[in-house]
């Protein structure tokens, strides 16, 4: 059974070429790349002002495997710290390296959270080099 016709005033039958150089098109590629949307339709949906799908985010895989085993590491020194009674500002600060690199790994995987947590990860940056850059007290 054959689909019925389109509606001729949605019917696409027109073409518009457009030159661009070989830099632009290497742009609109990776544009429309990020919107999983072949660049055709990534042009007319933008040049009709119309909502493309959400952009994807690219995950650089070797960042994130080392992200993954510089937190093991941090967990291993956590855990040591509480064994071996360490001081509290240390177990503390191990604590807080441990939910930063936990927040970038999750802005790995969705890049909005990031803006969101990028205020409170640079608290707890500062409040690391202080700690760190401070003379250690004497028990």
Not at 29 to 58: C, D, F, I, K
Not at 82 to 94: C, E, F, I, N, Y
Not at 110 to 120: F, N, S, Y
């Given at each position: 059974?054959?689909?019925?016709?389109?509606?001729?005033?949605?019917?696409?039958?027109?073409?518009?070429?457009?030159?661009?150089?070989?830099?632009?098109?290497?742009?609109?590629?990776?544009?429309?790349?990020?919107?999983?949307?072949?660049?055709?339709?990534?042009?007319?949906?933008?040049?009709?002002?119309?909502q493309l799908?959400?952009?994807?985010?690219?995950?650089?895989?070797?960042?994130?495997?080392?992200?993954?085993?510089?937190?093991?590491?941090?967990?291993?020194?956590?855990?040591?710290?509480?064994?071996?009674?360490?001081?509290?500002?240390?177990?503390?600060?191990?604590?807080?390296?441990?939910?930063?690199?936990?927040a970038i790994?999750?802005?790995?995987?969705?890049?909005?959270?990031?803006?969101?947590?990028?205020?409170?990860?640079?608290?707890?940056?500062?409040?690391?080099?202080?700690?760190?850059?401070?003379?250690?007290?004497?028990?």
């Amino acid at each position: 059974m054959a689909r019925p016709p389109k509606d001729p005033e949605f019917l696409r039958s027109r073409r518009i070429d457009v030159l661009v150089s070989p830099h632009e098109l290497q742009q609109l590629e990776r544009l429309a790349a990020l919107h999983s949307v072949p660049v055709r339709r990534y042009l007319r949906e933008t040049g009709l002002s119309r909502q493309l799908p959400p952009a994807m985010p690219t995950i650089n895989q070797a960042t994130y495997v080392e992200l993954r085993r510089v937190g093991s590491n941090i967990n291993q020194l956590t855990h040591l710290a509480h064994l071996t009674g360490s001081r509290p500002d240390v177990q503390t600060a191990l604590r807080d390296m441990a939910a930063a690199l936990e927040a970038i790994r999750a802005d790995l995987l969705d890049p909005l959270a990031a803006i969101e947590r990028e205020h409170k990860n640079r608290r707890v940056f500062d409040e690391l080099v202080s700690l760190f850059s401070s003379p250690a007290e004497e028990s």
